[in-house]
């Protein structure tokens, strides 16, 4: 079907137009104080730069040139923020194993802002990393209450989708959490090391939380660590940042789940990481006081220590006092390994594998000649080697949310707002063609002072979407428009054909897999019908 263009047409922005952010330079845009992140809420950011001074996420800018050929969303700033992806990055390019994964909860239709993940896997996949794509049925049965035949029929479509994109069933791994006994085992396993104070903390779960939501949240954690069962592996989760406080709870418990510890000390007592930083200064200047330079002692390092300006008063007083305490034990750099949970074999192996000088304590050894590196590396193998898990605290990339296209969130709940990748072609171009846009109120106006692409729904588009991989076209619909040279019906009527070849050229893919969806070793008709009354 063919439309005709309206190239001499805008329409105005309006008053609810909402502010898109759209590969800023520093990562965010002007918008709310308060950020609050919460995975199963209807999540909106409007100032992306409050994830970096609040949450410590990092922002992705400063690993983008790291990373072997990036995805064009890399490029335009769509992922704005990582956790620790360099461990991804380094081991994509020196050809070591790696992994990415990501879930889907099947509550509707998969849309136009599903594809990003979609297409983050997938594109992972092709660098070389494992990839994982699995159907969250357990959470969305537990936390949005769907029957399991509405999450049967929502998980064919996901599949249908994921594939029809390019994600390689043969060599992926895709399953669904309900049917996945090995998650379902590491789950629990993982919720030995939490606790509901920790829910209550994290997720704001009370006394009304269903048992079942807690335990998909287990589930979860398990998902996030299930790539490196195997082996341990940097494995990298691409999120939008609603689901950061997963990441970060899956974090701390592959850590916990650790053998042992590694730390840097400077002599037998243990110290806090503030503790340490102002330590090692001490250490750093013992030419200033000690008697011998080259065998500082504790206390002398500690009197030298209380006259040093910090703004940490409480961190350098209790160092001043372990310090003090140790009197004349030398002070002494060295790696400590910290006996968390390994067996009484795993730690007597852990001290025989240690070359060089070493002295073993009740609780950790410390080595004397090994660098901190060298000492993870060799902590991780022993425990491995003794029936651990060794996890490598897994990363994690977040992309923006998409805009609506009638402003503010895309909603699955509201049909105008999304483009479902199931929509007809025709129906995706109406909705392009209805859209808000970031134009001016009249044709006139929009020549002279340009329109605004970094508040455009249908410019994010472009960006998100339609361009694919070729920057010079989204760069080129940016300039047009800032520069007044391309007007907003236009545009429009160009995205909408774009939208409707994108959605005939999807569709016909998706007839292409149904047809072999019986190949696939997975099952999409759940055995969890009678038992649950549906």
């Known amino acids: ?190 919720g030995i090391e939490a606790n509901f104070s920790e829910f209550q903390a994290i997720y704001g779960f009370d006394g009304e939380t269903d048992v079942s939501h807690m ?104 160092a001043v006092e372990k310090l003090d305490n140790a009197g004349k034990e030398p002070l002494r750099p060295r790696t400590r390994f910290l006996d968390r949970n390994a067996t009484d074999e795993a730690f007597d192996a852990l001290v025989e594998e240690i070359d060089g000088e070493k002295r073993r304590y009740e609780a950790h050894v410390d080595a004397f000649d090994l660098d901190h590196a060298a000492a993870e590396e060799l902590a991780r193998q022993v425990e491995v080697d003794h029936g651990g898990y060794g996890f490598i605290p897994p990363s994690s990339i977040y992309h923006r949310f998409m805009t609506g296209l009638t402003g503010g969130k895309m909603s699955s709940s509201i049909p105008a707002s999304h483009i479902s990748l199931l929509d007809d072609p025709e129906e995706g171009y109406d909705k392009v063609k209805a859209a808000t846009t970031g134009g001016r109120e009249t044709a006139e106006e929009q020549r002279e002072k340009g329109g605004k692409a970094d508040e455009c729904p249908v410019y994010e588009l472009y960006a998100y979407l339609l361009s694919g991989d070729d920057d010079e076209f989204a760069k080129e619909v940016y300039e047009e428009c800032v520069g007044g040279d391309r007007l907003c019906g236009g545009c429009k009527e160009q995205a909408a054909e774009l939208m409707e070849q994108f959605l005939e050229d999807h569709q016909a893919k998706r007839e292409e897999w149904e047809a072999k969806l019986d190949e696939l070793d997975f099952e999409f008709d759940s055995d969890r019908k009678r038992a649950s009354g549906d």
């Open 1 to 190: 079907m063919t439309h005709e263009p309206d190239t001499d047409t805008n329409e105005p922005t309006g008053d609810d137009a909402p502010a898109v952010e759209q590969a800023l330079p520093d990562g965010g845009a002007a918008g709310a104080d308060d950020v609050a992140l919460d995975p199963w809420g209807s999540s909106t950011v409007s100032d992306y730069r409050k994830l970096f001074e609040e949450f410590g996420i990092e922002q992705f800018d400063e690993v983008l040139d790291e990373v072997p050929d990036p995805h064009y969303l890399m490029r335009r700033g769509v992922i704005f923020g990582h956790r620790d992806y360099r461990a991804v990055a380094e081991a994509m390019r020196n050809d070591e194993p790696w992994a990415a994964l990501s879930g889907f909860m099947p509550t509707g239709d998969p849309h136009i802002g599903h594809k990003m993940v979609f297409d983050e896997i997938i594109w992972h996949q092709q660098q070389g990393g494992d990839a994982y794509a699995l159907i969250a049925d357990l959470e969305a049965h537990s936390a949005r209450g769907l029957t399991w035949d509405e999450i049967d029929e929502h998980t064919r479509d996901y599949i249908l989708s994921l594939l029809a994109l390019g994600f390689d069933p043969e060599a992926g791994d895709l399953y669904r959490q309900s049917t996945n006994r090995e998650v379902q085992n590491l789950a629990f396993e993982l």
């Open 215 to 318: 335990e998909s949240v287990v589930t979860q954690m398990a998902d996030i660590l299930y790539p490196q069962l195997d082996e341990p592996k940097p494995t990298v989760i691409p999120v939008g940042p609603d689901q950061d406080p997963h990441m970060r709870f899956a974090r701390d418990l592959s850590t916990r789940m650790r053998f042992f510890k590694v730390t840097d000390a400077f002599a037998s007592f243990e110290l806090t990481d503030t503790e340490r930083e102002l330590v090692a200064i001490a250490y750093d200047h013992r030419e200033e006081y000690a008697e011998d330079p080259d065998q500082p002692r504790c206390g002398e390092a500690g009197e030298w220590l209380a006259d040093y300006e910090t703004s940490a008063t409480e961190a350098r007083n209790g």
